[in-house]
């Protein structure tokens, strides 16, 4: 048996292998480990330069700086766009030569340590920067440098009472967690905090803080005001803290005599409005909602139970939100009434800059399928409703509101005619005209000019004869009009607008293109090439370029997209095993669109096999709201017909793929597609093998708000129960303890599977979470 591998990705190639070559009766190649071994990650990393290029642009202007690293070493550049020029930021062998006789230690002219450059405000020539410790300036005209002396470490203020303790100011009580607890106001004249769940209010004059006023007192353990987060880690230190002075023989005491000080005040997640006057905050009640239990195995001295409110799909009861708002005259928190839908949610609550005295946010059902932007009047309670949203078999995606300038015009998302798009509306809620519109997507909103009438936004699907998740550029008149294409190019493109938006630094790559960058104008025009990213020594050390492809999925019409990753020792008169790392969505079909030289794909195909990305309807919400929401009551299967059709025709295509020899495997999400691959007709038939990595295989017991939102509420089961037969083979591996995915996720599949008679090998991983990290939580 290989040896396992004992970080996610490498596990699952490893336990790959064991199956494949075990079960499958088909002529075995192989596996060429020492081919892999030379395209690990840190295998590769001395061949891959600079892979981004940032602009620093400097004092609100169109000029710009940036450093580039190739097999030359690290230049830095500066950019006027306008004289179209670009030439050296300051000579780097008279840096380093500087910097050595300054700092007292050899620097080398082509690896200077300069990573974040500042440009003095008044006097663009001067730049400032810090190297170990150590603050320079220096002066671009003159070519003079100065050591400033040692950059001030950053410090945490210290609450009150965590003071330095006696015995020569070695000790000092619990000093808290890592923030201040105090939420300050913009003035910093008052601030709160929570306290044993509930809130307080403190004014500050001449410096010093006035009585706390108690603003709740019905505060609870699932009822509070305090961050979780906060609390915990204050748990967390507090313990550990006893733990190392009782080790070190001092008891409870602190090194320097005194008694630990546990600090209870914990910061409140309130926000301020701009003037000062007003804030507001959010609780969520957990009360009712059920607990869920893990146990850890591996803590000292013995395992552990973590506890946890954890909602899942269809129960009764969720956690329910509240919405309060701070009174200044009255210093009262009042509660606002927001009641409409059942088991309500709020997002995007905030101020308008122009005034403290009303509240904006939008209001959501249960299963987002509807929602109101709407505005409470904070003295009157009044309710103005500014827009409403409703669909049907599908979720409503929102983006928070952005304002065209203060108490102004404002523009909102919306999928409404089944492409998201944005639209302008007054102050006021009256709806004025869509800005963007047509049979593609509207993704972002990069920035708005009001005086020039202007959105810049960034889209997908539009260009044709392109992939439709290769992200661009473009400008248009807020009535809709004049759209212009920033970044033209059949690629990915990241592009930065510069200050006054004329000119743009487009990055572009694709996952078959490495990353290039150029200057252009507001029209699209290349007024210089900048950087192309080195790849010589890449294609010398024998590194293949992955390659993408099209293919129809199972319905015929609907365009699929995907990569391919070869072994570097190719050989097209043979015929290999084909695996498909699969990522079922919604959030996304975790298709690469860009440029990756260490991708773990590349060294898995080492092995001996041809190894795909492939999408599925369903996968990604960046095309229509109709191929989004496609797996909607059927987070089950719905994307495994387009894998599988995707598959059968790169094996028409191309003679050296095998579709006899079919693997699939996945984390997460992807490892409950694998499993059901293997667990369902026809699909375990086709794929002869699997390995499925924290996967949330009954979508039951997962997260309320997340299975609700992307399914509804019509699945009576998931993966449990639903294989019929087959031949494939599984390797599954679950990774509790971790808030996350539950350990019924595995188990229960696995028991089906074994009540089948299924060749099954099960890993079970102790301490680490969903993603892997070592002791950690799962992250959503």
Same mark, same amino acid.
């Given at each position: 048996?290989?040896?396992?591998?004992?970080?996610? /990705?490498?596990?699952?190639?490893a336990g790959?292998?064991? +199956?494949?070559?075990?079960?499958?009766?088909?002529?075995?190649?192989?596996?060429?480990?020492?081919?892999?071994?030379?395209?690990?990650?840190?295998?590769?990393?001395?061949?891959?330069?600079?892979?981004?290029?940032?602009?620093?642009?400097?004092?609100?202007?169109d000029?710009?700086?940036?450093?580039?690293?190739d097999?030359?070493?690290v230049?830095?550049?500066?950019?006027?766009?306008?004289?179209?020029?670009?030439t050296p930021?300051f000579?780097?062998?008279?840096?380093?030569?500087?910097l050595s006789?300054?700092?007292?230690?050899p620097?080398?002219?082509?690896?200077?340590?300069?990573?974040?450059?500042?440009?003095?405000?008044?006097n663009?020539?001067?730049?400032?920067?810090?190297?170990?410790?150590?603050?320079?300036?220096?002066n671009?005209?003159?070519?003079?440098?100065?050591?400033?002396?040692?950059?001030?470490?950053?410090?945490?203020?210290?609450?009150?009472?965590?003071?330095?303790?006696?015995?020569?100011?070695?000790?000092?009580?619990?000093?808290?967690?890592?923030?201040?607890?105090?939420?300050?106001?913009?003035?910093?004249?008052?601030?709160s905090?929570?306290m044993? /769940?509930?809130?307080?209010?403190v004014?500050?004059? !001449?410096?010093?803080?006035?009585?706390?006023?108690?603003?709740?007192? *019905?505060?609870?353990?699932?009822y509070s005001?305090?961050?979780?987060?906060?609390?915990?880690?204050?748990?967390?230190?507090?313990?550990?803290q006893?733990?190392?002075?009782?080790?070190?023989?001092?008891?409870?005491?602190?090194?320097?005599?005194?008694?630990?000080?546990?600090?209870?005040?914990?910061?409140?997640?309130?926000?301020?409005?701009?003037?000062?006057?007003r804030?507001?905050?959010?609780?969520?009640?957990?009360?009712? +909602?059920? *607990?869920?239990?893990?146990?850890?195995?591996l803590t000292?001295?013995?395992?552990?139970?973590?506890t946890?409110?954890?909602?899942?799909?269809g129960?009764?009861d969720?956690?329910?939100?509240?919405?309060?708002?701070?009174?200044?005259?009255?210093?009262?928190?009042?509660?606002?009434?927001?009641?409409?839908?059942k088991?309500?949610?709020?997002?995007?609550?905030?101020?308008?800059?122009?005034?403290?005295?009303?509240?904006?946010?939008?209001?959501?059902?249960?299963?987002?399928?509807?929602?109101e932007?709407?505005?409470?009047?904070?003295?009157?309670?009044?309710?103005?409703?500014?827009?409403?949203?409703?669909?049907?078999n599908?979720?409503?995606?929102?983006?928070?509101?952005?304002?065209?300038?203060?108490?102004?015009?404002?523009?909102?998302?919306s999928?409404?005619?089944?492409?998201?798009?944005?639209?302008?509306?007054g102050?006021?809620?009256?709806?004025?005209?869509?800005?963007?519109?047509?049979?593609?997507?509207?993704?972002?909103i990069v920035?708005v000019?009001?005086?020039?009438g202007?959105?810049?936004?960034?889209?997908?699907?539009?260009?044709?004869?392109?992939n439709p998740?290769?992200?661009?550029?473009?400008?248009?008149?807020? &009535?809709?009009? !004049?759209?212009?294409?920033? &970044?033209?190019?059949?690629? *990915? /493109?990241g592009?930065?607008?510069?200050t006054?938006?004329?000119?743009?630094?487009?990055?572009?790559?694709r996952?078959?293109?490495?990353?290039?960058?150029?200057?252009? *104008?507001d029209s699209?025009?290349?007024?210089?090439?900048l950087?192309?990213?080195?790849?010589?020594?890449?294609t010398e050390?024998?590194?293949r370029?992955?390659?993408?492809?099209?293919?129809?999925?199972?319905?015929?019409?609907?365009?699929?997209?995907?990569?391919?990753?070869?072994?570097?020792?190719?050989?097209?008169?043979?015929?290999?095993?084909?695996?498909?790392?699969?990522?079922?969505?919604?959030?996304?079909?975790? +298709?690469?669109?860009?440029?990756?030289?260490?991708?773990?794909?590349?060294?898995?195909?080492?092995?001996?096999?041809?190894?795909i990305?492939?999408?599925?309807?369903?996968?990604?919400?960046?095309?229509?709201?109709?191929?989004?929401?496609?797996?909607?009551?059927?987070?089950?299967?719905?994307?495994l017909?387009?894998?599988?059709?995707?598959?059968?025709?790169?094996?028409?295509?191309?003679?050296?793929?095998?579709?006899d020899?079919?693997?699939?495997?996945?984390h997460s999400?992807?490892g409950?597609?694998?499993?059901?691959?293997?667990?369902?007709?026809?699909?375990?038939?086709?794929?002869?093998?699997?390995?499925?990595?924290a996967?949330?295989?009954?979508?039951?017991?997962?997260?309320?708000?997340?299975?609700?939102?992307?399914?509804?509420?019509?699945e009576?089961s998931?993966?449990?129960?639903?294989?019929?037969?087959?031949?494939?083979?599984?390797?599954?591996?679950?990774?509790?303890?971790?808030?996350?995915?539950?350990?019924?996720f595995?188990? !229960?599949?696995f028991l089906e599977?074994?009540?089948?008679?299924?060749?099954?090998?099960?890993?079970?991983?102790?301490?680490?979470?969903?993603?892997?990290?070592?002791?950690?939580?799962?992250?959503?």
């Open positions: 048996m290989l040896p396992l591998r004992i970080f996610p /990705h490498l596990l699952l190639v790959f292998s064991v +199956v494949a070559s075990s079960s499958v009766a088909q002529p075995s190649n192989k596996a060429n480990w020492k081919l892999a071994n030379r395209f690990t990650t840190d295998s590769l990393r001395p061949f891959v330069y600079s892979t981004t290029l940032t602009p620093g642009f400097i004092n609100k202007t000029v710009f700086w940036y450093s580039w690293r097999a030359n070493g230049k830095f550049w500066k950019v006027d766009p306008k004289a179209r020029k670009k930021l000579d780097s062998a008279k840096m380093a030569s500087q006789e300054t700092l007292k230690k620097y080398d002219t082509t690896n200077l340590p300069i990573t974040v450059i500042t440009f003095d405000e008044k663009a020539d001067i730049i400032r920067f810090t190297i170990e410790q150590t603050r320079l300036e220096y671009l005209k003159t070519e003079e440098l100065k050591n400033l002396g040692r950059a001030t470490p950053t410090t945490t203020p210290r609450p009150p009472g965590a003071g330095q303790g006696g015995g020569g100011g070695q000790g000092g009580g619990f000093q808290g967690i890592n923030r201040d607890f105090r939420n300050y106001s913009p003035d910093r004249k008052v601030f905090y929570a044993e /769940h509930n809130l307080y209010y004014e500050v004059k !001449d410096g010093k803080e006035l009585e706390p006023i108690q603003l709740t007192k *019905d505060g609870a353990k699932d005001f305090g961050s979780r987060q906060d609390q915990e880690e204050q748990i967390q230190q507090f313990q550990q006893q733990q190392d002075q009782q080790q070190e023989g001092g008891g409870t005491q602190t090194q320097g005599g005194g008694v630990l000080n546990a600090e209870k005040r914990v910061r409140a997640n309130v926000t301020w409005s701009k003037d000062s006057k804030f507001y905050v959010s609780r969520g009640d957990s009360r009712k +909602v059920k *607990d869920l239990f893990l146990v850890n195995s000292e001295p013995r395992p552990s139970l973590l946890y409110k954890y909602a899942m799909p129960e009764a969720v956690t329910q939100m509240e919405l309060f708002a701070f009174d200044p005259e009255k210093k009262v928190l009042n509660k606002l009434p927001l009641e409409k839908y088991d309500q949610r709020f997002m995007n609550i905030h101020w308008q800059d122009t005034t403290s005295d009303a509240l904006r946010l939008v209001r959501r059902d249960r299963l987002q399928r509807n929602l932007f709407l505005e409470i009047d904070l003295k009157s309670n009044a309710i103005k409703v500014l827009l409403a949203e409703k669909v049907e599908a979720f409503l995606e929102t983006q928070s509101v952005r304002y065209i300038k203060p108490g102004g015009d404002f523009i909102w998302f999928e409404r005619t089944g492409w998201g798009h944005f639209y302008l509306y102050n006021d809620g009256t709806y004025k005209n869509p800005i963007t519109s047509g049979a593609f997507r509207a993704s972002e920035d000019d009001e005086k020039m202007m959105a810049w936004f960034r889209g997908v699907g539009r260009e044709p004869n392109e998740y290769y992200r661009h550029l473009y400008s248009i008149k807020l &009535d809709g009009k !004049d759209l212009r294409l920033m &970044d033209p190019g059949d690629a *990915d /493109h592009t930065i607008l510069s006054s938006k004329k000119y743009a630094v487009d990055t572009c790559s996952t078959d293109m490495p990353p290039c960058f150029a200057l252009v *104008d699209g025009k290349m007024l210089m090439k950087e192309e990213m080195d790849i010589s020594r890449l050390a024998g590194w370029m992955p390659e993408t492809f099209k293919v129809k999925a199972s319905d015929g019409v609907t365009d699929i997209y995907g990569n391919i990753w070869k072994p570097s020792d190719f050989d097209a008169k043979k015929k290999y095993p084909i695996i498909a790392n699969v990522y079922p969505g919604p959030q996304t079909e975790s +298709v690469s669109a860009t440029f990756s030289a260490t991708a773990t794909n590349q060294r898995l195909a080492q092995l001996g096999f041809i190894v990305q492939i999408g599925n309807r369903g996968g990604n919400p960046a095309r229509s709201n109709a191929y989004h929401s496609y797996g909607y009551y059927n987070l089950r299967d719905y994307g017909a387009d894998k599988k059709a995707g598959i059968e025709q790169l094996a028409a295509r191309f003679p050296w793929i095998d579709i020899r079919v693997g699939i495997f996945g999400g992807g409950f597609m694998t499993a059901a691959a293997l667990m369902l007709p026809p699909y375990n038939d086709f794929f002869k093998v699997g390995v499925s990595s996967g949330n295989h009954d979508n039951n017991i997962y997260n309320q708000n997340w299975s609700e939102q992307h399914h509804g509420l019509r009576t998931g993966n449990v129960g639903t294989r019929t037969g087959g031949t494939g083979t599984g390797t599954g591996g679950t990774r509790p303890p971790e808030e996350t995915f539950d350990p019924g595995n188990y !229960d599949p599977m074994l009540r089948l008679q299924q060749e099954q090998e099960a890993l079970q991983g102790q301490g680490t979470g969903q993603g892997g990290q070592r002791g950690g939580r799962g992250q959503g």
